[in-house]
């Protein structure tokens, strides 16, 4: 994962253009399957339309010294996103309205943009900024804003049923790391687990796609669909660095999400981090739980966006993630996804306890001190299977992993003593 | 306010008589349209009937030695309310049969009453009653308990809807300040505003009562209208001093009444005391609570009855309120009322996030760091805007003042993203 | 009760077998009306079918030097219920594989059973076992298992309702004192005492029978009628002991077995322990509250079984409890079936507060200081009547015994103002 990331990172990337292009042409080398689609310059969603499309080729400040001071081939943070052209000489007075620093990481490019208003803008560490002399500065962005198209990733991948689970990611952003060359590496790596999955019980819908705009452009398509099929869905991002594990709920905070990524992070990583909707919300989850869409998405992340000092910055360099924070996140989410794969209502066959021994489920000679956890997990597995339950509620019942649990589903499921579907059903066996 | 509380608290007031009327008559002075009733003496009202009217000239107790030691004309409350009249002669041990004192405010004058039992009594202090000697005393009390009528006070005003909002408080406490000239005098004042608004969204109900009977009378009258109506109610009584601020819940203990009190108070005086219905009811509540009245009906105190050192003794006087404390009484009630008048379910007139900077609502600037509370605010109000959760709601979930959401109302529903409703709306936008 | 204990300890029991007989028998002297079943084996119910029956004679090892060093008839844990016959000279090794002993409690017999394999054992302090020496040894064990029947007892006591009350405890176990001699000793006293009672609101349901395969075959034939009528249970197990009070709940945890049970144990023994339904379940309440039986049964214990040390050894024995802690089991249940049959749902006969002076209920003269808890009780139960609530529910809402306000229940009805059903009522008197 790490050299995927290493290999998108240099791109610039932006809402709309040829960074994303090539990023999802890349990530299309460890999924085939991924469908890249284009959206006409001025289609409207909801309150949006698309906006036009931007590219980049150069941009820099050349100081009263002639020296090339700011130069987007150094670093594409360098031009602000969505800078309309410009080929200018100016003064420092002026120029200094076109500048964007961060005076509390003075070292560091801040990450802008301007995508709703045009304007152009240059940005730069507030050191750098500090040292400049009055006098005349030559300001180029070699630039085009013009009718296209916003480019995004999508890969659907059937399963037995058409519930459906959601992983939303964005391509969106220029050289950052952790936010955001994680969320697409992560993402493209669970999507090549699941299409090599033999068997999948749920359905996947996978989105690469800028965020906000596409979100809601994507909601405007296919928002009825989602309501109907999705049982779970996550933003996946900031999910590279080695710190710490996150969930930032959806907004109800209570959906099978919320619950099942709870559920794994309390028994793997139970120091993990709860952040608020309304106080931290601030990439795709904003749509997904909008008022009226009220999908059951969550973020997951290792540090959340905002939460870490080189967020929005040129220090969220590639040494910000390692190919060991890439696999925590990536871990945890495969878990959570196991958990959604595993998940069903079990419910008893027969009325009172089965009679394990004759299942050979049982040691026959009674000895009740101290059993294993092994043996209570399967005893309360069965005693608890009403049929109105799922699997998660029981495990959170019992205190126990939902997937230590499923371990003995086909176990009891194949001695006859339990049946599982994927959806509540009617009370336990009739008297 | 503090000069009103003066010039009624010399009255003598009981459930009936000529003090109540001159008490209401100076009331409407500050809100002409108070409108005064009389219920004849024996009128029927659930368990109870309208008792005979009370008045009372004068009463006094002569000595042995020729001196009047208590005398009604010096402190109203020497005379035990509804005494029937005497003229007698009689000893001390006799006398004592007649005689209310509290030993554990020895200088202080107790208040009774004996309102469904024939009797007479006086009323004194502890140490005056234990300096009593031996020998003839005389004891006059020129009181008529006759056939006649309760008055009570009753002002409605009107709004753009029915729902309607309850304020009581009781007439019937002879010389007392806190308990209970407070609750009158602040009642006035708040209704003296709601008369002065210009628009009302909800229509107000504001009646002056004796205590118990009172309010069981005008239930016997009232109750179907009010609880068709009554969205929120409130007991005013003793909102005159400096101590605490008090909330007495509705027997239910979670009505929007209760609700809307916990939060404004919670916001505004986070030390404020909650009391216990069970224990520590004893006003007007215990009517609007009682089984099958059940309206959501609270009780505001400063000090609440009982729980305040001079409660229901002569000390209870003027100097045990001030200006301050009757206008932190009279505020705590107004932005109560705010809020009620504020109470709506706000609903997102778009799917998804609107495009704030269109409709000039965001920054066009991406700097999301370290926003102020009120980008926040309007953030949420639109995020959490389903139709179907109040103001109310989203302001508790999002640990802010309702008042603060309602600030930035005006401005998202004239940019057209939302809209409110007094009601839950059905779910937001369709897809 | 713990004569009766004594009377009943020395009888070898198991599920099936002639002591089972003989212990019914010995508790008929104290209730005749037990009715003693006897279900023929292989009767099929539910997963299971009633297994042969068991009956032993002797049992005994001969050691290499002639002495009967194990011996049935000086304990009969000696040998592993069921065994089946054997009558050998066998190694030390070969014998080692028949042998059970416990480590950790190296001078008791453990106890041991093998009803659904075919096996033979015998059970022996550790510290004996390892004792003993290389050589030939004589194995007997004259038992037979054959088809027969399995025994139980029931006492169905009706009362002035259908709705029913279960009892339930097991005479499965061979001598031990706690565990099991103590259920149906204080059972067959609970029994005693309603049967004595002029008058039974509710009817009960009181069975005596072996473990598991007992309640398993009694829920087969008479779960319907139990789910129908069955408000509260109660599995009566190890309720000898002076230590501690215990709850294991119903698998549901809020059933109305429960609440009563939390209820009379925190106002009786607030230091009461409360099991885990899913880690420490052990007896017939697995079956009670099983899927689709989901009867609302708890069980009642001093020390709960697993839970003290002595549990499911020789140690268990006649010291272990005691008239006192026999005595302590009685009354907590009883308490409980007393609140049982005072439970009820008290609605007010009139809107507002009745005059309770008129019918009285009241002191006349007002003097609301400090009023005792007598007084609370009563106004509260009349201000919380609302018809709707249990006075169960009540209690917990203000924090008090339910036997408490059950106390003041007579008064109040007499005197007109309060009327009580079994079930909830529609809302309280009309407007």
Known sequence: MYALAADIFPLCRSISGDGVRQTLKILQREIPALKIHEVPTGTPCFDWEIPRE?????????????????????HNMHVMSYSVPVDREIGLEELQEHLISVADRPNDIPYATSYYRERWGFCLSHAQRQALKAGAYRVKIDSTLAPGSMTYGELLLPGE????????????????????????????????????????????????????????????????????????????????????????????????????????????????????????RGSDERQYCAPGIDLPVA??????????????????????????????????????????????????????????????????????????????????????????????????????????????????VNAGVLTVSAGPQAAAPKI
């Not at 931007?54 to 150094?74: E, L, S």
């Not at 909601?219 to 660095?241: P, Q, Y």
């Open 161 to 280: 049923t058409e519930q459906e689970v959601l992983l939303s990611t964005y391509t969106c952003h220029p050289s950052m790391a952790n936010n955001e060359t994680s969320g697409p590496v992560v993402t493209t790596f669970l999507a090549k687990w699941l299409s090599g999955l033999k068997r999948r019980r749920l359905s996947y819908r996978i989105v690469f796609i800028p965020e906000t705009i596409g979100s809601i452009y994507y909601l405007s398509r296919h928002a009825e669909a989602m309501k109907r099929n999705t049982i779970a869905g996550f933003v996946v991002s900031c999910v590279g660095d080695d710190r710490d594990y996150s969930i930032l709920p959806s907004r109800q905070g209570d959906t099978l999400a919320d619950r099942v990524a709870h559920h794994v992070l309390k028994h793997t990583r139970p120091d993990y981090k709860t952040y608020s909707f309304a106080y931290d």
């Open 299 to 412: 973020v997951i992340s290792r540090s959340l966006f905002e939460k870490y000092p080189e967020y929005h910055t040129s220090a969220d360099d590639l040494s910000c993630i390692s190919p060991a924070g890439l696999a925590g996140g990536y871990t945890a989410l495969k878990h959570i996804i196991e958990v959604l794969e595993g998940y069903c209502y079990p419910k008893a066959t027969t009325l009172c306890e089965p009679q394990l021994s004759k299942h050979g489920l049982y040691p026959t000679v009674g000895a009740q001190r101290n059993q294993p956890m092994a043996f209570h997990d399967m005893r309360n597995l069965i005693a608890y299977a009403d049929g109105t339950k799922s699997i998660l509620e029981i495990a959170d019942e019992l205190g126990r992993p939902a997937w230590q649990l499923q371990e003995h589903l086909d176990a009891v």
């Open 54 to 74: 931007w590219n980049i080729r150069d941009g820099y400040i050349i100081d009263p010294a002639g020296a090339k001071i700011v130069d987007f081939k150094k």
